[in-house]
């Protein structure tokens, strides 16, 4: 059963994939609409119309494209297991029709946090995550130890679309201007979003649907015990990730203010300092979770079995924090509307797929953690060669008006 629950949350990271970059490009598109408005909480923004009719009418496009593609990944997700997973000995079919359902109503109200993200109210929208996890987390264990079995997942779910509805009570005066806001918008999508999303977009794409893969190739080669195993496992690494990646998403709406606002010197210099503590985090949770694993070996804790030795947890961990060390050079490049990591997204994607499957079909579990451990180093010198070589132009070169005058 344990096999059957990591393959099913991983297919839900095909939720990622099915928001094709959008949350990486609405973030910067609004925080640069937000600097010419004015907020004060409770009250409607105010401030020049063209900033505020561009800054609704993208936010209620997002919205619109949220709401349709929910249903269709619900579909997408449910035929997707009903294919490929037998039918016995454990009824998964009830639960993961729930966990299908639930998911595409959470998956439509995800754009409001972003939304938030980028009108300059992280804290707040950081806050909503956090109860989100929290709620989900107890309505999992709650299941857990009701014997809720595979329902503990629906469970999970459906508490965190119901805990992100709380910002439309609290950001109330924001979300009625949007819906209120009939002004002619002037952005347009076909020229300012489609030329940076349609990159970030396929890159989400193929990063997430690759990662969501993984365990199912590790439950057809290794079977759902194993895939069980490494799955658990791997949701270790992913939380290891998460702390990196949540710390480095925080500062992407500011990022692109100061973009906006043309700080370089400020820009550069909150760049840095997110790039090495990010990284330094990263190792230090790795390095917690990997003692606390050592820990519950020699206290021999029965869960310490529903897990991977250490060697091959250790790989995983590496994995994920090289996974995540570049991610603040992405924001730093979308903060200036410009998407350069498709190549790199598309190598990495194919890279893992591929090791993965030849990996464990030669070597088992140990071969699936190495995989992971060289998807990520693939993407690294890549993706720093593009940073350096953007950041060159941009900054160190003098614009031909400068030249002129000199």
Not at 46 to 63: D, N, V
Not at 197 to 212: E, P, T, V, Y
Not at 336 to 358: M, Y
Not at 375 to 394: G, K
Request: proline share 5%.
């Amino acid at each position: 059963m344990q096999g059957f629950y990591f393959y099913f949350r991983s297919l839900l990271g095909m939720g990622l994939a099915a928001e094709f970059g959008t949350p990486g490009v609405i973030v910067p598109l609004v925080a640069h609409e937000w600097a010419r408005l004015e907020y004060q909480p409770g009250q409607a923004p105010r401030g020049e119309t063209q900033a505020l009719s561009r800054w609704a009418g993208l936010a209620r496009t997002t919205f619109l494209f949220y709401a349709l593609v929910g249903p269709f990944l619900a579909v997408f997700l449910f035929f997707f297991a009903r294919h490929n997973l037998p039918a016995g000995p454990v009824h998964w079919q009830g639960p993961w029709l729930c966990i299908c359902l639930f998911t595409a109503f959470e998956f439509s109200l995800r754009p409001l946090l972003s939304v938030l993200e980028g009108c300059q109210q992280v804290a707040q929208a950081f806050r909503v995550r956090l109860w989100q996890g929290f709620l989900a987390a107890i309505a999992l264990w709650i299941a857990l130890v009701s014997g809720g079995g595979l329902w503990s997942l629906a469970a999970s779910v459906f508490m965190t679309g119901l805990a992100a509805l709380w910002p439309l009570l609290e950001f109330a005066p924001i979300f009625q201007t949007i819906w209120k806001s009939r002004g002619k918008s002037t952005m347009s999508w076909s020229r300012e979003i489609w030329p940076m999303q349609w990159r970030l977009g396929l890159a989400s794409l193929s990063c997430n649907a690759a990662g969501a893969l993984v365990v199912p190739i590790v439950f057809k080669l290794c079977g759902p015990a194993e895939a069980g195993r490494f799955g658990l496992t791997l949701i270790l690494g992913q939380v290891v990730a998460m702390v990196t990646s949540i710390w480095v998403q925080t500062k992407a709406a500011r990022l692109a203010r100061l973009v906006a606002l043309g700080e370089s010197g400020e820009l550069h210099r909150l760049l840095y300092q997110t790039l090495f503590l990010g990284l330094a985090c990263g190792i230090g949770c790795a390095v917690a979770a990997e003692c606390g694993l050592f820990a519950m070996h020699l206290l021999k804790l029965k869960y310490y079995y529903r897990m991977l030795p250490e060697f091959p947890t250790a790989v995983l961990l590496l994995a994920s924090v090289l996974a995540n060390f570049h991610h603040p050079l992405g924001f730093y490049l979308r903060a200036h509307r410009f998407e350069p990591f498709l190549g790199t997204s598309l190598l990495t994607a194919g890279a893992n797929l591929a090791l993965t499957w030849l990996l464990t079909s030669r070597y088992g579990i140990m071969g699936a953690c190495l995989a992971q451990l060289l998807a990520a180093l693939v993407i690294l010198p890549p993706t720093f060669l593009i940073w350096f070589r953007f950041r060159r132009s941009r900054y160190h070169t003098a614009p031909p008006a400068i030249l002129d005058q000199e």
